[in-house]
């Protein structure tokens, strides 16, 4: 298993791509770090979000190119979010009606073997 690292991410990021580098590396949404660094900064934290963004993107090293391609495949995980993968909202609609019924079919199936003779039959052999 491969050991994590912290990289900046600029080509992904706004200004430096700290809040991004911190997102991959924690596995959270980069929009939730963002929302973290700006309220810190408003709500009086000022010189501490500036000084410690500025300090993170001069030691830092930005993401090798090579780490991009080997963790292509990742980039697309990161849209935990249907609608982020780019989906129409029907075709998503569409897709969790399908997996409904498909859950729902499981299910009657279940509730038939449950209320069956064959059921009560198999629990009392088993308590043999």
Same mark, same amino acid.
């Given at each position: ?11 992904? %990021? ?5 809040? *991004?580098? @911190? =997102?991959?590396?924690?596995? /959270?949404?980069?929009?939730? !770090? ?10 009086? %934290? ?5 000084? *410690?963004? @500025? =300090?993170?993107?001069?030691? /830092?090293?930005?993401?090798? !190119? ?63």
């Amino acid at each position: 298993m491969s050991k994590k690292s912290f990289y900046r991410e600029p080509t992904t %990021g706004k200004i430096a791509g700290i809040c *991004a580098g @911190i =997102g991959r590396y924690f596995g /959270i949404e980069v929009w939730w !770090i963002r929302i973290l660094a700006v309220s810190i900064f408003l709500l009086g %934290g000022n010189l501490l979000v500036v000084f *410690a963004y @500025i =300090g993170v993107w001069l030691m /830092i090293d930005k993401r090798p !190119i090579s780490l991009y391609e080997e963790n292509h495949a990742e980039d697309h995980t990161l849209k935990s979010k249907p609608w982020q993968a780019g989906k129409v909202p029907s075709e998503l609609l569409a897709d969790l009606d399908a997996e409904y019924q498909q859950i729902e079919g499981k299910l009657r199936k279940i509730e038939a073997y449950v209320t069956s003779d064959a059921y009560k039959v198999n629990k009392e052999f088993n308590q043999l």
